[in-house]
């Protein structure tokens, strides 16, 4: 997995691309620029539509986001689809990013682990996974405990 962060506060690394608000966000590890579409509303922002990776190599497609409801495919129109999902971080997500000055994290997740239960956990809050429980007072959001029932996992 890969984490990309907005440069500075997230409200400074929106763009309008027409109709359509954009943030970008860049990797410290990899010369990568991801452009992300995203959605606000009164109560909340969140990802919203195909992302765009920028990388050396080229230009690519990213062709699913990973949230709370589990994955969102888009077709890609392109013929270079990168073979991730984008995800928000779970504790530098937009919504801390919108009313703090502070940045937001993406996480790019390779498709091959995209349904695996570490991402469906820490990324996706718990999604599909019916035995295992949040534990809130041991969770603050960068770190989330879970409780695991194993008599209903069989």
Known sequence: MITLSTKRSLRQSISQNNDTMVASFQSNRVPWTLYAPIETTENEISLNGQATLNTR????????????????????????????????????????????????????????????????????NGHGIDYAEPVQEGSNGYVKMWEVNLDESS
């Open 57 to 124: 190599r080229g230009r690519a497609q990213i062709g699913c986001v990973l949230t709370e409801d589990g994955m969102k495919t888009y077709n890609t129109s392109s013929q270079q689809t990168a073979q991730y999902c984008i995800a928000e971080h779970p504790y530098y997500n937009l919504e801390r990013g919108m009313q703090g000055q502070t940045q937001s994290r993406a996480v790019l997740v390779p498709r091959e682990i995209a349904d695996s239960t570490l991402v469906r956990l820490y990324l996706m």
